[in-house]
């Protein structure tokens, strides 16, 4: 009777550790001793980067605490030896707080994390938000890349994702179609490790979601590229910067994009590319509008549709 829930709980707790226990390997291996002011080693090192013994030594604490750290054996680790332990392994800003998420997780007084599908739904006020918006593109996603909803503006920019069967997914579509994906972002490499660092911080905060990991489960198992990256545990959180599409209608663009967090429980993003009024790729944005509009005069079925066909 009660041999399933304990099997489910130690399930957890052994993919937990076995987060803690990768994320730290790789970010090891990173640092080499002369980074950290050591001496070279006179003998042939069988690991590379830093060996767990010099981690401990740089970080204070014994050799035998940090094996236990490493392995998500240890209890309770206090702040001042995680923030010891990250200064040693140059641990920047995102990498820190995902390693906190980690190593919270492993605390038994941690609340289970789950979510559900209802926190994907997109709100009315965002919708009406995103109508609004009717000279920027705009797209609402969720932390697992779901596209979630989209402006008619935010569609047409990204309408080749809108071709896949099943649910609309930018990681789905960089990795599985991916000659549609490059050809659509010449960009395509730096955007793949940016989105697969990025669903590392939400496996972080999201251990539990049926979806996320349903989602890296095939990604991994189709995707040659996608399993690359995921082993190198790279993290890194939604931030504003720029993206360039090589669009089928507008030609190749570099569009600067916003992102603005809707809720931090469903980890919803409003994301919209704000290209400078009187610049080029203002102008691109009006004509992809322009032949936007002219589909739905011509009763286009699908052109300038809001949202996901699912939502």
Known sequence: MWAGPILDLMDEKETARAAVREFLTTRRARVSPTDVGLPPSGTRRRVKGLRREEVALLAGVSPEYYVRLERGKATGPSAGVVEA??????????????LGRLLAALTPA????????????????????????????????????????????????LA????????????????????????????????????VAMLRIEAGRHPDDPDLTELIGQLATRSTEFRTRWATNDVRIHRAGTKTFRHPLIGEVTLPYETLGIDSASSQILSVYTPQPGTPEADAIRLLASWNADDRRNNNPTAGARGNPED
Not at 85 to 98: F, K, M, N, P, Q
Not at 123 to 148: E, Q, Y
Not at 167 to 177: E, I, Q
């Open 85 to 98: 332990v990250a200064r040693v392994l140059r641990l920047d800003d995102d990498e820190r707080a995902h």
């Open 110 to 157: 941690a609340p289970k994390r789950s979510r559900s599908t209802a926190k994907d739904l997109v709100t009315p006020g965002i919708r009406v938000l995103l109508d609004s918006m009717d000279h920027l593109p705009a797209v609402v996603f969720n932390g697992r890349f779901d596209l979630l909803a989209a402006n008619a503006l935010g569609r047409a920019l």
């Open 160 to 195: 080749p994702m809108y071709d896949l069967p099943g649910r609309t997914n930018s990681a789905r579509f960089l990795f599985l179609d991916e000659p549609r994906a490059r050809d659509l972002f010449p960009e395509w490499e730096r955007i793949t490790a940016d989105t």
